[in-house]
């Protein structure tokens, strides 16, 4: 009964609603300042016609950092980016890589295994867990086994940047002698058409659960 007779609904609403006040001219006050872009980018979409603006720097997310929560999205600040959870998935993925015995058991050369990324600023927190990391501009020439790629780039904008460049995801693609795995935001890098074939050409793996 309630719904029906509208309690659910503000007074202000209802006044903002009204057909009388339907004939006159709103304002909208459409700068906000409590949350970053990214958590206003959906309301702003779904309930204010895309209008809702954000009046704060997204600074105030560097706060996030001091948590130990593996918080997804690209680090905001600086021109060089990184993107602090894909590290760790890295760091998970290089122990599965290793092998020392072929199936007969005899001993065999370990896989060589080269990390790149656009990004110098990823790299260098690459470089904490392996050595063999590197840009792709600065791996041009090289070769390895296995290719990990880290793209970085994980936003609600779905802007990939200069990651789109053609030229870049060529070397990192054909600098792999066996496999190439791929860490990234499958919708924001998917958001650049060239990106989405290359991604509809893998196949995607998902990890096993951490033991506790």
Request: glycine share 4%.
């Amino acid at each position: 009964m309630g719904k029906v007779l509208k309690f659910d609904v503000s007074l202000l609403e209802r006044l903002y609603t009204s057909e009388d006040v339907a004939r006159m001219e709103k304002t909208m006050l459409d700068i906000q300042y409590r949350f970053p872009k990214e958590l206003a980018e959906f309301p702003s979409r779904e309930f204010y016609d895309g209008r809702l603006r954000t009046g704060i720097s997204n600074n105030v997310l560097n706060i996030l950092d001091r948590c130990e929560f593996p918080w997804p999205q690209e680090d905001m600040g600086g021109r060089s980016k990184k993107n602090d959870g894909q590290v760790e998935v890295v760091k998970r993925i290089l122990p599965m890589l290793e092998t020392t015995k072929s199936v007969d058991g005899a001993e065999r050369p370990a896989l060589s295994v080269a990390v790149l990324s656009p990004y110098s600023k990823q790299v260098t927190e690459l470089k904490r867990i392996h050595s063999q990391s590197f840009t792709i501009d600065s791996f041009q020439g090289r070769e390895s086994d296995i290719i990990i790629f880290s793209s970085v780039r994980s936003n609600v904008e779905r802007d990939i940047g200069f990651v789109d460049d053609a030229r870049r995801l060529n070397v990192m693609w054909t600098r792999a002698r066996l496999a190439l795995i791929i860490i990234g935001d499958r919708a924001t890098m998917a958001s650049n058409a060239l990106w989405k074939r290359a991604l509809d050409t893998c196949s995607e793996v998902i990890l096993p659960a951490v033991e506790t």
